[in-house]
């Protein structure tokens, strides 16, 4: 194998078969003069010259030339050049994120298509597929009035997706917005983890937080140096909560006198939340933005730590012969 600064060359024993060049240049010469002196022989070689520029000196030098061209471009695809390719990649360090999901019956409020939940699961399933590669292991927690552990911290995706189709098909519903009992949980699945990479929560909720230990939790956080970034989900507006019971049939919740109950987004704790563990607060109105969010500020808070350089080779040879064929094509529409 024969590598040059550019090109590297795959079968560089094939480099023999350039010695068909003056052959096939010798031969060609040999046509056109053995065709023109019978030409002049015969007595009509001025003759053909004056009604046909195929029979010009011209013509008989491009004819030589694209032949020794295409002879030239087929013994050097035989050698399979390959042309070096350099990627340069920033390498980041390598980390655990914990998403914690509000399942309560506010993000089952419609003012994101279909709902805020199933708009959520629908960005998260977005966001894995196109995950970053630094981004190691995911966990997931589900939280409302209480939480649960659904994925301890997993690189299969596929585990990941399960968990979020089970909880988008679960029409239980659930009351209440507990943020420090869902942190709680994800403290407790970082110190059952033995492995020593860094880990970020990312929470994602409607608002309208009910519990009262939350600043506790905050300052074990920032103890733990572990960042809280937190995505609102919700229009501005006031909006029904539905509740789903029985197959397509929807109700909606209402209180003890039947009064139907409204929610609308509440932002302030979550920025508090995130400013306090020095984490990002990014709005979501519209559900569909979500991903991007995600992606944001997982590659926002990747630490670099230097660039990797990536060589690659890539086959060339098949312009090269394709090449060859359109100056045969050419070759024949002028003969």
């Known amino acids: 194998m024969l590598d040059l600064a550019i090109v590297k060359f795959v079968e560089p024993n094939m480099v023999l078969w350039f010695v068909i060049l003056p052959v096939v240049v010798g031969f060609s010469c040999f046509h056109i003069y053995r065709k023109n002196q019978f030409r002049e022989q015969a007595g009509y070689g001025d003759s053909l010259r004056r009604l046909s520029s195929f029979t010009t000196t011209r013509s008989d030098k491009f004819a030589v030339v694209t032949i020794a061209l295409v002879a030239l471009i087929l013994a050097f695809s035989l050698l399979r050049p390959q042309l070096r390719i350099e990627q340069i990649t920033p390498e980041y360090e390598k980390q655990d994120l914990i998403l914690i999901l509000d399942r309560s019956v506010s993000m089952q409020a419609t003012d994101i298509s279909p709902s805020r939940f199933t708009g959520a699961i629908r960005e998260i399933k977005s966001f894995l597929l196109s995950k970053p590669d630094a981004i190691n292991r995911i966990g997931l927690i589900g939280f409302a009035g209480t939480s649960v552990v659904l994925s301890h911290l997993t690189s299969d995706l596929d585990a990941m997706f399960f968990f979020l ?14 943020f420090s009992g869902a942190i709680s949980s994800a403290l407790e699945m970082v110190d059952k983890d033995d492995t020593d990479s860094n880990k970020t929560f990312l929470l994602l909720s409607d608002g309208d937080d009910e519990s009262t230990e939350l600043f506790e939790y905050l300052n074990q956080l920032n103890d733990a140096g572990i960042k809280v970034h937190t995505i609102g989900i919700g229009s501005n507006e006031s909006v029904p909560m539905p509740l789903f019971s029985g197959g397509d049939a929807i109700e909606f919740l209402t209180d003890e006198e039947g009064n139907q109950l409204f929610t609308r987004f509440n932002e302030s704790t979550m920025r508090q939340v995130a400013a306090m563990t020095n984490g990002t607060f990014l709005r979501s109105e519209t559900g569909h933005d979500l991903s991007e969010s995600l992606n944001s500020i997982v590659t926002g ?5 230097g660039y990797q350089r990536l060589v690659d080779y890539r086959d060339i040879y098949v312009p090269l012969v394709l090449t060859a064929v359109f100056l045969c094509w050419i070759f024949l529409i002028r003969i």
Do not use: M, P, Q
Request: negative net charge; glycine residues 6%; charged residues 25%.
């Open 301 to 305: 808070d990747l630490e670099l730590l």
């Open 165 to 178: 189709d089970w909880i988008s098909e679960d029409n239980n519903i659930y009351f209440g917005t507990n």
